[in-house]
């Protein structure tokens, strides 16, 4: 369907094998350019093992990744220069302020970045000297996706970003995603919200138990679901209660 | 399809590689430096043990002052004090003259805060001696006791040889004082004090660098950029230097300005200290590395460094000199590393001793260097 999109990554049959654990079992699947993928899956199905393999974080056991036209396996180097990471839970060097860690990770990356302008763009211009530790679960999110983007990378990849935030929050880090891609930049992530994936993502592939059972966009997976015959056991009404909560609280940014 | 535009990727990227500058590790570990230092010395443990402490102690001895005999001498209350013995007595630099009642005078000499109590009597029977001279002195204070008494009968002798000068003397003194250099107690503290904080400063603040660098994942996202992962221990091993460097030139200094510890080639002394310290460094480092790389879990490191600082601590030479313990522990200090680097940083700071003269400090220095960084290599973890 999609075949008119360029592939930005490619992996075919990536497998990986912890002893006698096989955690992802010979997958396959494209991330297009300037897309917005999502990995979903429960816990354990293998999710953050591939996008680790992807950033060149762990060994494959076999397989073949290419990321924009470089193989995983001998361009690893080149790969980290444009790819830009967001971990599960990463901690960031101990006493430093925001601005003092963004200019760590610009003599790691070697650019030259404005700081301040940087912190602007996640809106964090006002905690320009606060310690990490101090930021709220949202802010620290968004902390770790500014981080992300100090190389100008050609791919984002983010780990459950939104695990653990209240819906404002969540809210606010979609919007923050959706102008990541705007920008151009193609966006991978993983994670187990269906709204999420739903709201954010053009294309996703699910995974279960280190395979992937279904790809495709989030409205032809519903569909193809109704298709078959399938119907919620309860009338669906206009609003949820995730609606009424952002009505009645607000859908500002609410992390102070 | 697709692979053609793999192909067509690749290319391009090629060409803007060739095009942009390449990437610099040197500058990428200096970020890394950077921010340690910066996050060193917002730590408060790492300025508590690296400077604060040694400090203090060095204060501390600083203030005690050089070796002097002192002894504290009770002075009866019916004691005549107009004679020239008295007198003698009085103007002693070592003598510290102490009038109380007689009770609680007799009170403090048998507890030995006093080494004697003195009592100087006329004598009413004017065919023997002018004056009678009491000492009482106690077990509790031999060596003081021993030490009044000495400069008692100097003084009797003086008097009694003023009064009656023989004809022709036996024999008469001729003392001779070479003013040789002073080693003050600071000369010897100091080094150890240097040593102290080097190992702290290389031990535990290595270990838990590492440690929780590695647990909170911090290295990991350092992974994730192109930094290679020797850089990474380059750059944190730089910034401890450098912070070692500045530590151990403010105890030096003030040690040198403050308190007058001896740098007998004046800056040249201070470089090779520094120089020394450097290698001192290097090998408690490797330590550290250990203690990060087999700790399971965090509360196991502070136990593992103290396994290795404390006993280098008290045993090394740090306060006192390591030949006072006893001959079955004497193989213990004898391998000790920072008992080397005491000894060699003494001899250069104090004698003026160049590298070559202390070589068999360096080797066996050198020796643990190799040990540890063996060990280090292999039980070292990334992830």
């Known amino acids: ?92 060097y101990p006493n430093l302020t925001l601005l003092e860690l963004l200019d760590l990770f610009s003599g790691l990356y070697n650019v030259s970045i404005d700081n301040k302008h940087m912190l602007s763009l996640v809106g964090l211009e006002d905690k320009a000297r606060e310690k990490y530790k101090s930021l709220s679960g949202g802010q620290k999110q968004r902390f770790s996706i500014c981080t992300t983007l100090i190389n100008k990378p050609k791919i984002v990849f983010l780990d459950e970003p939104t695990t653990g935030l209240d819906p404002q929050a969540r809210q606010n880090l979609w919007q923050l995603i959706r102008g990541i891609r705007k920008g151009g930049t193609t966006v991978m992530l993983t994670t187990h919200y269906m709204d999420e994936a739903e709201q954010l993502c053009e294309r996703v592939a699910v995974m279960d138990s280190g395979h992937i059972i279904a790809m495709n966009t989030p409205d032809h997976l519903i569909d193809e679901l109704v298709a078959s015959g399938f119907e919620r056991k309860k009338e669906v009404k206009k609003a949820n209660l995730e609606d009424v909560f952002l009505h009645l609280t607000g859908r500002e940014w609410k992390d102070e | 399809m697709a692979i053609s535009n793999i192909k067509d990727q690749r290319s391009k990227i090629q060409n803007r590689r060739s095009e942009g500058r390449e990437y610099n590790q040197l500058r990428a570990m200096l970020a890394v430096t950077r921010a340690s230092l910066r996050s060193i010395m917002r730590s408060p443990s790492a300025v508590v043990f690296s400077i604060a402490f040694p400090l203090i102690f060095i204060v501390v001895f600083g203030f005690i002052g050089g070796n002097n005999i ?4 009770g002075v009866h209350p019916q004691s005549d004090t107009t004679n020239e013995i008295f007198t003698m007595m009085k103007v ?42 009491h000492v009482q002195t106690s077990n509790a204070s031999r060596e003081g006791g021993a030490v009044v008494s000495m400069l008692m009968g100097h003084a009797v002798d003086k008097a009694n040889l003023a009064k009656n000068p023989p004809p022709k003397p036996e024999a008469e003194l001729r003392p001779e004082h070479l003013e040789g250099r002073a080693f003050t107690s600071i000369d010897f503290i100091l080094p150890g004090m240097l040593g102290f904080s080097l190992l702290s400063t290389g031990v535990f603040g290595t270990a838990f660098v590492f440690y929780n660098l590695r647990s909170t994942l911090v290295l990991k996202r350092f992974f994730a950029t192109p930094i290679r992962r020797p850089f990474i221990v380059l750059g944190e091993a730089l910034s401890r230097v450098t912070f070692a460097t500045i530590t151990s030139s403010i105890i030096i200094i003030l040690g040198h300005f403050a308190f007058g510890f001896t740098l007998i080639n004046g800056v040249t002394t201070f470089l090779l200290m520094l120089l020394l310290a450097f290698i001192g460094l290097f090998v408690f480092m490797g330590f550290g590395f250990i203690v990060s790389g087999v700790a399971p879990n965090e509360s196991v490191i502070p136990v593992l460094a103290n396994i ?5 601590f008290l045993m090394a030479g740090t306060f006192f000199p390591a030949d006072v313990f006893p001959s079955w522990l004497q193989p213990v200090v004898k391998v000790m590393p920072l008992t080397y680097l005491n000894e060699a940083m003494r001899k250069i700071a104090f004698e003026g001793v160049s590298f070559f003269e202390v070589w068999q400090d360096l080797l066996v220095l050198g020796l643990w260097g190799a040990v540890v960084y063996f060990i280090a290599t292999r039980v070292f973890r990334w992830e």
């Open chain 1, 1 to 92: 369907m999609s075949t008119h999109r360029k592939a930005i990554i490619s992996v075919s049959n990536l497998r990986k094998q912890y002893g006698d654990f096989s955690a992802v079992k010979g997958i396959s699947f494209e991330v297009y350019e300037g897309e917005i993928f999502g990995l979903l899956g429960p816990n354990g199905a293998g999710k953050t093992t591939t996008l680790e393999i992807i950033e060149t974080l762990r060994e494959k056991s076999a397989g073949e990744i290419v990321i924009d036209g470089l193989n995983v396996d001998h361009d690893q180097n080149a790969i980290k220069k444009i790819i830009g990471v967001q971990l599960q839970a990463a901690g960031y």
């Open chain 2, 70 to 73: 002192s002894v504290r001498v």
């Open chain 2, 92 to 133: 002693r630099p070592e003598v510290k003259l102490i009038r109380e009642p007689e009770a609680a005078m007799k009170e403090e000499l048998l507890r030995g805060k006093i080494s004697a109590i003195i009592r100087i009597e006329k004598n009413l029977d004017t065919s023997k001696p002018e004056y009678l001279v």
């Open chain 2, 308 to 312: 290795i600082t404390l006993p280098q």
